[in-house]
């Protein structure tokens, strides 16, 4: 593949894709609940190690996912169906039970760098619609190029991820804890949609319904 065989609009669906799944969105709100009351430095490691974790597991499925897909003898249609799962029960959590009690009470008598890496880093920063997408996206890579811009992708992600989470002290000052719960109220509708779409093309991929694009 050379450069102008590239298919830029693709790109920018998959850059898109992975801004929800490992955007730092989702992950906004558990990461200053569950690191409420700590201090400056603790917040940027526990920031740190979450990131480091999102942005390896994200390499790994981007190397591994066509094989895994091969040894396990699972196709992408059952990915985005049990990614649409996975991110449903976290976008009606999100919606019905923002849970900042319940989150409280897991951060209650834990280490935090296990918080960073879970639930932070998987499944809230890298999660399921991200995971899905890495893994399809890996098995559709047809060239060298195409894994780099992959690759790529997934390391910009990083530089957002780290922008934001490392300022988090400077950041959470002009957050208002109210707007942040409707806002994500709001993106759990969006991403329970996202959620029901998944399911969708995957049952299309796998011959259960003939979904019409539109």
Do not use: C
């Amino acid at each position: 593949m050379t450069l102008g065989d590239i298919d830029f609009y693709l790109i920018f669906d998959l850059f898109l894709l992975l801004l929800i799944g490992m955007g730092p969105k989702i992950a906004l709100v558990p990461f200053l609940e569950l690191t409420q009351g700590m201090d400056a430095d603790t917040q940027k490691k526990v920031a740190n190690r979450m990131v480091q974790t999102a942005v390896r597991t994200a390499l790994l499925l981007v190397v591994l996912g066509w094989f895994l897909m091969r040894l396990l003898h699972f196709t992408p249609g059952a990915v985005n169906i049990a990614g649409g799962i996975v991110l449903l029960l976290l976008a009606l959590h999100m919606i019905v039970s923002p849970g900042k009690t319940d989150h409280h009470e897991k951060a209650s008598d834990r280490d935090p760098m296990q918080m960073a890496v879970y639930p932070l880093a998987v499944p809230y920063l890298l999660n399921p619609a991200g995971i899905a997408t890495l893994v399809i996206a890996s098995g559709d890579v047809d060239s060298l190029l195409m894994g780099l811009i992959v690759i790529g992708l997934v390391l910009l992600m990083a530089v957002i991820d780290y922008a934001v989470f490392r300022n988090m002290d400077k950041l959470a000052k002009h957050l208002d804890p109210s707007r942040l719960a409707i806002t994500e109220a709001v993106f759990g509708v969006l991403l329970a949609a996202l959620a029901v779409q998944l399911m969708v093309d995957g049952m299309n991929a796998l011959g259960i319904i003939n979904a019409v694009a539109h």
